[in-house]
């Protein structure tokens, strides 16, 4: 699992710093979260392949997290795309890009697949055979949604000297992987645990922003590899989130601690702040395993 963060401040976009867009890899998947102005800049900047994207997931309609799309749904057209692209958004975003072309005279030459989100309740929006995307409900100003990226549980993985030690025939193997005891070619009964590891634990990716304080999504984030949650503010600054709806790093803790996850990666900076090392060292005064999201910074969570 890696997480390539494209953009990681809040409302505009600067010289040096991006609103909201990131890129997760997992599973062979390149899911696009949210997709603030620039966003295909630095999909090129980061060497992302255009073809690979095939599931954009937005958060909510401010434009801090979907102003680049309509830029890099044209993109796409003008590069012939022809792959599919799924975008799932709260109920209105549709309209909003099909009016712009509509206007403009444009159309894709690929499928655009909206799935328009409206549920107050957390439901499944993807699924594959490998990874399974729930909405995380948030508490925002308007709508909102953050994403939870659960991987499946993996195969068990074949220690292959013992399965060839043990006389197993290949058409096994699957069987294997699978858990189940099989026969061998001697008609002897192979126990799976004699000739198999543990599978890799699967992973997670919690994704929550923008949203204020709000307990109610622990119980679907519990025990997350990896939270990524809004730190608009700091504490000194706590009034500022009741009207806008925003978290404090000390706050976003708080939930990484409640929910038991493995790292918090804290992002969303108002731009009022020019260094972000203090929103680590709140935040860790409540959870220990806090990183910083940074504009073209990568994380590896294998
Ligand atoms: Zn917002």
């Given at each position: 699992m890696k997480l390539t963060i494209l953009g990681c401040h809040s409302a505009t976009p600067r010289t040096n710093t991006n609103p909201t867009a990131q890129i997760l890899e997992i599973k062979n998947h390149m899911f696009l979260i949210d997709c603030g102005e620039g966003t295909q800049v630095e999909l090129r900047r980061n060497k992302v392949k255009f073809s690979r994207v095939k599931h954009i997931f937005i958060s909510h309609l401010h434009g801090?997290?979907?102003?680049?799309?309509?830029?890099?749904?044209?993109?796409?057209?003008?590069?012939?795309?022809?792959t599919e692209l799924h975008i799932y958004a709260p109920k209105g975003l549709k309209e909003v890009i099909t009016l712009q072309m509509k206007l403009s005279g444009s159309w894709t030459n690929y499928p655009l697949i909206f799935h328009e989100l409206s549920s107050k309740a957390s439901e499944l929006i993807y699924e594959d055979d490998k990874v399974e995307v729930y909405t995380i409900p948030l508490k925002h100003r308007i709508y909102t949604n953050g994403f939870l990226f659960n991987e499946k549980e993996n195969e068990r993985k074949l220690d292959i000297n013992l399965v060839r030690e043990a006389n197993i025939d290949v058409a096994y193997y699957r069987k294997l992987k699978q858990g189940f005891d099989v026969v061998n070619e001697d008609g002897v009964l192979i126990s799976n645990a004699k000739v198999t590891k543990d599978a890799v634990p699967p992973k997670s990716y919690a994704y929550c922003s923008d949203t204020a304080y709000h307990e109610a999504i622990v119980p679907l984030i519990k025990k997350s590899t990896v939270l990524y949650h809004e730190s608009t503010f700091l504490e000194k600054n706590e009034k500022l989130c009741l009207p806008t709806r925003h978290s404090t790093a000390k706050q976003a803790a708080?939930?990484?601690?409640?929910?038991?996850?493995?790292?918090?990666?804290?992002?969303?900076y108002s731009t009022r702040y020019n260094g972000y090392e203090d929103f680590k060292t709140e935040a860790q005064t409540v959870f220990e395993?806090?990183?910083l999201a940074k504009d073209g910074k990568v994380f590896n969570f294998d």
């Open positions: 801090d997290h979907y102003f680049g799309l309509i830029g890099l749904v044209n993109t796409f057209s003008l590069l012939n795309r022809e708080t939930i990484a601690k409640k929910a038991e996850v493995e790292t918090l990666i804290l992002g969303h395993n806090v990183v």
